[in-house]
Structures are given as C-alpha cells and as structure tokens.
C-alpha cells in the first residue's frame, strides 16, 4: 500500500476562495481523522470518521469548515469561505483500530490564504 | 478529558550527547501512550507506544520511553542521538478513539 495520499500537496488561494483538500486512506483502515497544524495551536484534531460515518466534529473550528467521506477510500474537507487564518499545514490519518493502534499520516497539504 | 503536556518547546544538544523529551498527561482512565517524529516537509510516523506491561517501551531509531503512572509522564530519551534525529516529536495520548497530541519539542542537533 502507499500510505495514506493526500492532495494537493500545496494550495495557495485567495480569501473567500473555496478550497478542497483530499485524502485516500489506507485501504482496510476503518478510521480516518484530519487534523491542523499551525505554530500557535500545533496539532488539532478536526473530525474523525468510523466506517465513513463522522463521529466526532468537535474540533471543527466553525460552520465554514465540513468534511465528507462518501466511500471507504476518499474523503475530502472543504472549507468555504476560506481566510488567512486558515492557513496551515492540513494531515489526513487513517488507522486500523480505535485506542491502542496507530494512526498513518499522508505527507499535508500546506494551505495559504491570502 | 485527556490532554498532553510537553514541557519544552525546543531542545538544542550536541551530536552523540543523550537526550531527554519530556511528557505529561492527564487523564482520569487509563491511556494508552505515544511517540511520533515528524521530519521536515514530511507527516508524522510513530515512534514507540506504551499499551501495557513493562513500562520501559523501546522503539525505531534507538528511542526508547518510561511510562511513570504516579507521576504520569512518559518521557522520550535517546542516550546518543545523531544529526539526523532532528525533528519535532509529538507526544500523544489516547484511550477511545481519538488520538490527542501535545504541541511537539523541536530537537535541534549540533556537529
């Protein structure tokens, strides 16, 4: 397997600007989380996905952020409109289990809003 | 409710001199426990992890972690890192689904 994909690796936009950010996770992997990571608040954790099912959206930092998971190979988090402050480096991880097992992590996307 | 506290932001040490990265927890169940290192550009990758048993984990790259339950740390140590071990390294912790990190310790090392 390949790991965990994310894409774009870079996404450089304007403010207001929708944006999409996309993930494959490890195939068999029943859980998949994104999280953000910026130098002030380092990793948080967004939302999380059961079986495709989202579980936990506490993390989402408002209504402009959603994400999806249509299937058990995609899912995507969107952000509309977007803002400077969004600008950060975003991780997809999938994970096999719950607790004790680990999470894989795709390599980010680093958005900019400008 | 579970968080993490790593109590340095940075740590500077010489080439082949021992390390220590220090991490607290708090949490009113038991947990399980994590050491990831992310590498510039790159995603994060796990280190060692602490489920249960012996409380001395061993894991990639020569790290090895203590688990102390009465003082509930898991510090991360290394007795003779490298250059290539610069990174930053994310304790985390975990005890039902979601997996909670705390903000990193930047290992910076020297020639």
């Known amino acids: 397997d390949a790991g965990v994909i994310q894409s774009p690796r870079h996404e450089v936009t304007e403010?207001?600007?929708?944006?999409t950010l996309r993930c494959k996770p490890?195939?068999?992997h029943d859980y998949?989380?994104?999280?953000?990571?910026?130098?002030?608040?380092?990793?948080?954790?967004?939302?999380?996905?059961?079986?495709?099912?989202?579980?936990?959206?506490?993390?989402?930092?408002?209504?402009?952020?959603?994400?999806?998971m249509?299937?058990?190979?995609f899912s995507t988090l969107k952000i509309q409109p977007s803002e400077p402050r969004d600008?950060?480096?975003?991780?997809?991880?999938?994970?096999?289990?719950?607790?004790y097992t680990e999470a894989f992590f795709g390599q980010g996307t680093r958005l900019t809003v400008v | 409710a579970q968080s993490v506290t790593q109590l340095d932001s940075q740590v500077p040490v010489f080439e082949e001199a021992p390390v220590e990265l220090r991490c607290n927890y708090s949490s009113s169940v038991s947990v399980y426990?994590?050491?990831?290192?992310?590498?510039?550009?790159?995603?994060?990758?796990?280190?060692?992890?602490?489920?249960?048993?012996s409380t001395l984990v061993k894991g990639i790259n020569g790290f090895e972690a203590e688990f102390n339950k009465s003082q509930t740390s898991f510090h991360?140590?290394?007795?003779?890192?490298?250059?290539?071990?610069?990174?930053?390294?994310?304790?985390?912790?975990?005890?039902?689904?979601?997996?909670?990190?705390?903000?990193?310790?930047?290992?910076?090392?020297?020639?």
Not at chain 1, 70 to 73: E, F, H, L, Q
Not at chain 1, 88 to 94: G, I, P
Not at chain 2, 76 to 84: D, F, G, Q
Request: some cysteine; aromatic content about 14%.
């Open chain 2, 33 to 53: 426990l994590f050491w990831y290192v992310q590498y510039p550009n790159q995603g994060l990758q796990l280190l060692l992890k602490y489920l249960s048993g």
């Open chain 1, 26 to 28: 490890i195939s068999g």
């Open chain 1, 70 to 73: 249509p299937n058990a190979s």
């Open chain 1, 15 to 19: 403010m207001g600007q929708e944006v």
């Open chain 2, 76 to 111: 991360l140590r290394k007795p003779s890192v490298h250059i290539s071990d610069t990174a930053e390294y994310f304790c985390a912790v975990s005890n039902t689904d979601k997996l909670i990190f705390g903000t990193g310790t930047r290992l910076q090392v020297f020639p």
């Open chain 1, 87 to 99: 600008s950060a480096v975003y991780f997809c991880a999938s994970s096999p289990g719950t607790g």
């Open chain 1, 32 to 68: 998949l989380f994104w999280y953000r990571q910026t130098m002030m608040r380092g990793l948080e954790l967004l939302i999380y996905f059961n079986n495709n099912v989202p579980i936990d959206d506490s993390g989402m930092p408002e209504d402009r952020f959603s994400a999806k």
